[in-house]
């Protein structure tokens, strides 16, 4: 539930581009079980292939439509950390871009309150 009353599947899902209720506007009960926001994205009929005939589908629904849609652009599409993928090679070149950095793990910058508040800040987000 975001501050201003938004119901949310997850906490990233708000990127997607699906509209999700209120509850200022309907009731937790009819926004689980009528609204498109928490019905577009559930059972199998929305997939498209590999995942549609994937015996695989049952377990992991397809995998995680806010990283499709960040990897790929298209919240349908199969989760680009399967191997089934047809953007799967995303995943690969970032872990050899990862493999092959200079960066040291020292000049990592984690996440916490005060950092996320200077990345904020200083607008790199
Ligand atoms: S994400 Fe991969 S393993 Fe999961 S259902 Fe789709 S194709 Fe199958």
Same mark, same amino acid.
């Given at each position: ?22 509850? !200022? ?57 399967c191997s089934k993928s047809?953007?799967h ?18 000049? !990592? ?17």
């Amino acid at each position: 539930m975001t501050p201003e009353g938004t119901a949310l599947p997850c906490h990233s899902a708000r990127q997607l581009p699906v509209q999700f209720p209120s509850v !200022l506007e309907q009731s937790l009960e009819d926004i689980w079980y009528h609204s498109f926001g928490f019905n577009r994205y559930r059972g199998y009929d929305w997939m498209p292939e590999p995942c549609r005939s994937c015996d695989e589908k049952e377990k992991d629904f397809g995998g995680c439509r806010c990283q499709a849609f960040m990897l790929t652009g298209d919240a349908d599409n199969a989760d680009p950390v399967c191997s089934k993928s047809p953007h799967h090679g995303k995943i690969l070149e970032a872990r050899r871009e990862a493999d092959c950095s200079d960066i040291k793990i020292g000049q !990592l910058q984690f996440r916490n309150r005060s950092n996320s508040q200077l990345i904020y800040k200083s607008g790199n987000i």
